[in-house]
């Protein structure tokens, strides 16, 4: 079914190269820039207090700041999953219930019959650039998880979270996640398919990432493009270049974070420096939210409950700011619900690109939204943990069957009567108001059941592991 698809993409861009240049101009190009465990509250423009922020600051006066926007899962591997397919995570079978995300160990990626953003633009002309953190997949052991074999003609960065190798002399334990000890890690830097550097030297990653990205734009500017650029920072570990470190008034995350703002001033320069930037769309968010546990390590959630690895708002709920000159009228804040697997959909429609009609998209067209033009009505917002569904957000309103913190409690607690939050007036989820509003949970319930009779989970891809050879 997907080549299927990938073909009759493919015919409809030689039609396209076929015609006048000037229909060229009409595929804009298409930056995502994805932060990881980047909270709600870490920016200034959301509120931060002395996180300087200037560029994202400038690019939300410039562009739409959302309020109401999810990513599609609390932690990396499903997350990143959903948005480049367009899909809840349950249906790629990028979740588990144990094991939360792709670990180095791990044989399990992307299914190839899965249609990424990346395949679907390639198919129309576009030129398709992967720089950073992938997780989906690690071609160590196992060549398929390639970004290169799901759409992406390059590719630089590291194919998992930059915890995951360590070195013999490193401490056990979490703890060590708190240390800038640069010979505790042993994460592998590629270009494409070749092992460039390990352990990469992780104070030089969002320099050697933005520089990456500058060249990728720059080589491409003559046809259009797809840029996915997923940031190892600032997920723990944390490493800032000397030109940062100790300079934010906030410690070392202060240090990351305004460091990927300076990044993201670099492309949003070069785009303008190469006059493309009345013809590019950037989009830029987090993952999931902050890692709470990480203390001062981690971010801010803002007014939100809870973090990373949670259903609760500071979960999923993250800074979005979209940019585009010309195109998104300046100064703008969308209080509409929206979510990171819309982006898979808005960017093919936007590309002149088909959505696929074999397998269900739960993305929406968000072009109404980004343009002024319309609305986006979407019935409900489906929040899972692994295979879980734990609550669910119709409208104003937040139902949860099944609570848990992101960390530190193996079960989580169920609701006979299922917690229900105003989001309007209670973002941080603290007055049940579940006794009040009988007719929305019964309308919640009956949603949420819709949605489950028409879900068909996939297999998980996060069980099999690289068997580890017995101690002689």
Known sequence: ?????????????????????????????????????????????????????????????????????????????????ALLTGRYPIRS??????????????????????????????ARGYATGCIGKWHLGNWINNPAG?????????????????????????PKGAGKL?????????????????????????????????DEAVKFIQANKAKPFFLYLPHTFPHTPLFASKDFFGKSARGIYGDVVEELDASVGKVLDTLRQEKLAENTLVFFTSDNGPWLIMNQQGGSAGLLRDGKGSTWEGGMRVPVIAWWPGKIKAAQTQRTLACTMDLFTTSLKLAGA???????????????LLFGT????????????GTRLMAARSGDFKA?????????????????????????????ETFNVATNHPAVLSQIAQAVERHKSAMTPAQSQLVEAVPVPEKK
């Open 1 to 81: 079914m997907k080549l299927r698809f990938l073909a009759g993409l493919a015919l409809a861009s030689l039609f396209a190269l076929a015609t006048t240049h000037a229909a060229d101009t009409t595929r804009p190009n298409i930056v995502i820039i994805f932060a990881d465990d980047l909270g709600y509250g870490d920016l200034g423009c959301y509120g931060h207090p002395n996180i300087r922020t200037p560029n994202l600051d400038r690019m939300a006066a410039e562009g739409m700041r959302f309020t109401e926007f999810y990513s599609a899962a609390e932690v990396c591997t499903p997350s990143r999953a």
């Open 146 to 170: 390639h970004p290169r074999r799901h759409g992406f003609d390059f590719y630089f960065g590291l194919p998992h979270s930059n915890d995951m190798n360590v070195t013999p002399v490193a």
């Open 354 to 368: 088909d959505v696929p009609s074999d397998r269900p998209i739960d993305g929406l067209d968000i072009r109404p």
């Open 178 to 210: 708190a240390e800038q000890q640069a010979d505790w890690w042993n994460a592998p830097l590629f270009r494409n398919e070749e092992l460039i550097e390990r352990p990469a030297d992780q104070t030089t990653l969002t320099r050697r990432y933005t």
């Open 93 to 122: 079978g990028m979740c588990h219930d144990q094991f939360r995300v792709l670990r180095n160990v791990s044989m399990g990626h992307l299914p190839a019959n899965e249609v990424t953003t990346a395949e679907a633009l390639k």
């Open 400 to 428: 949860h069957f099944l609570t848990q913190p992101g960390y530190g409690q193996p079960k989580p607690d169920e609701h006979a009567t299922p917690l229900l939050f105003n989001l309007k007036v209670d973002a941080s």
């Open 374 to 385: 319309g609305t986006v009505q979407r019935e409900a917002y489906f929040f899972y943990r």
